[in-house]
């Protein structure tokens, strides 16, 4: 089993709709990650989180450490919003090392 | 403020050679981590390093190498290069404290595509 799991690995959707991505991990964290990536394109942290909610424009992070589990929110999506977006964890420990997700790919049709 | 820049953008070796990839990290940024990215494997944390240690090591072999300089410019070196080393190698930056936990958000560049053939 993976230290962090991602779903759904596919998600299509109409522009103007409300999207949910969710990640799950099974390690202790000091930090989450939200990362997207466009095709082709570099990486660009969205956020991080290590408690609560995050918002910024559109986009909505949510993470409850005791269920172990983030959400990433993305409120009257648009094309553009087409992308991969990855959960990444840091854990705590004697090493700190970044565990990711297989990534969400998100289709938003006009 | 420049972005993180990773040189070269493409790369073509044969098995067997080796090769060296470098980072330049945003101004002020003193850690930099290394990351590989395939379709298989999805994005796999290679090393990460703070103030020219290294501080952090995925579980790659030790073909897999890496370094930083006093101006926080890094490489990172593959040798003996094996077809299975073909990904995209991405590093990023980030404003990082003395302690060993690194939770600054990170800044990436836009990757080093290297082919084995």
């Known amino acids: 089993k993976n230290e962090v799991e991602q779903s759904p690995q596919n998600l299509t959707a109409q522009e103007g709709e409300f999207i949910t991505i969710n990640c799950s991990y099974s390690?202790?964290?000091?930090?989450l990650h939200w990362l997207q990536q466009h095709p082709g394109g570099g990486i660009v942290s969205l956020f991080m989180l290590s408690s609560g909610k995050k918002k910024h424009g559109r986009l909505i992070a949510t993470i409850n450490i005791q269920e172990k589990h983030s959400s990433l929110h993305i409120t009257a999506s648009h094309p553009r919003d087409s992308a991969v977006y990855i959960c990444a964890v840091r854990s705590r420990g004697s090493n700190y090392k970044l565990t990711f997700g297989k990534g969400t790919l998100l289709t938003v049709n006009p | 403020k420049a972005g993180v820049t990773q040189t070269p953008r493409y790369l073509i070796k044969t098995r067997g050679q080796q090769v060296t990839l470098s980072c330049s990290p945003i101004s002020g940024h003193r850690s930099v981590s290394w990351y590989q990215q395939t379709p298989g494997q999805g994005l796999q944390f290679l090393f990460e390093?703070?103030?020219?240690?290294?501080?952090n090591k995925g579980n790659f072999p030790g073909r897999f190498s890496g370094r930083q300089f006093s101006n926080s410019r890094s490489e990172m070196n593959v040798s003996t290069l094996e077809l299975g080393d073909s990904a995209l190698y991405l590093c990023?930056?980030?404003?990082?404290?003395?302690?060993?936990?690194?939770?600054?958000?990170?800044?990436f560049g836009n990757g080093t595509r290297l082919t084995v053939t």
């Open positions: 990023a930056s980030s404003l990082a404290n003395q302690g060993t936990s690194n939770n600054s958000p990170l800044h």
């Open positions: 390690v202790g964290i000091s930090a």
């Open positions: 390093y703070f103030s020219e240690t290294q501080r």
